[in-house]
């Protein structure tokens, strides 16, 4: 079975700090994704990477950075944390083509920033 | 014509009833779809992915209609546990990543 963890399950944030979300997959996936789930607005694609150092920008990247150093490890950076990101981060991996394999999720972060 | 359009529910159905959702996609290119569920402040699951033919597993159905460019999950014999969202999810324009649906909320009653 495909383990997907998220380091944090809740995190509170002030505006303007810097916040680092971890996510670590065990299964030799080539991709790894960022989404956020919001109310109303269902799973947006925040970034995602189908190889080490490789990223590309999803739907809504801005106030967002990414890190991947490894292949098993995906980082979301909020550079400066505002209320707006308030959100569930959920990271998610898969096997394949990027553009159409199923997605695997971990558990997700609820961020709150105040 | 918004992407995808699922009807965000709830559905509520008694224990042991059948029930059917729908989701409609409007790329006639799209051509891997699935179903996930989710539970309450729980992560996306894959359900099930959905076969030209229609696939079966379980209790559970889904079907693609390309003609009309929608997708169906069928459930029988409702369990209590299948309270849940379902999330259809597929491929949108060449170059883009899946795509998922609001989803469609599920209350299965005693």
């Known amino acids: 079975d495909v383990k997907v963890t998220q380091s944090s399950r809740y995190l509170v944030k002030r505006t303007g700090e810097k916040v680092f979300l971890e996510c670590v997959q065990d299964m030799d996936h080539e991709n790894m994704f960022w989404y956020r789930q919001d109310p109303g607005l269902g799973l947006r694609l925040i970034y995602f990477s189908y190889d080490v150092k490789m990223k590309e920008k999803g739907d809504i990247p801005e106030g967002y950075s990414v890190s991947r150093e490894k292949k098993e490890r995906f980082s979301l950076i909020l550079e400066s944390a505002s209320t707006n990101q308030t959100s569930m981060y959920l990271c998610?991996?898969?096997?394949?083509?990027?553009?159409?394999?199923?997605?695997?999720f971990g558990n997700g972060t609820r961020l709150t920033v105040t | 014509r918004k992407e995808v359009e699922q009807d965000p529910g709830p559905f509520n159905v008694p224990e042991g009833a059948t029930v059917a959702f729908n989701c409609t996609y409007s790329n006639s290119a799209s051509q891997s779809f699935f179903w996930y569920r989710q539970d309450c402040r729980k992560e996306p699951k894959l359900l099930m992915s959905v076969y030209s033919s229609g696939n079966e597993d379980g209790r559970f159905t889904a079907q693609l209609n390309r003609a009309s460019q929608y997708i169906s999950l069928l459930i029988r014999d409702s369990k209590l546990s299948d309270s849940a969202t379902y999330l259809c999810?597929?491929?949108?324009?060449?170059?883009?990543?899946?795509?998922f649906g609001g989803g469609t909320r599920l209350m299965v009653k005693p």
């Open positions: 999810v597929f491929d949108s324009d060449a170059g883009n990543m899946l795509t």
């Open positions: 998610a991996s898969s096997l394949g083509d990027p553009y159409n394999s199923p997605l695997h």
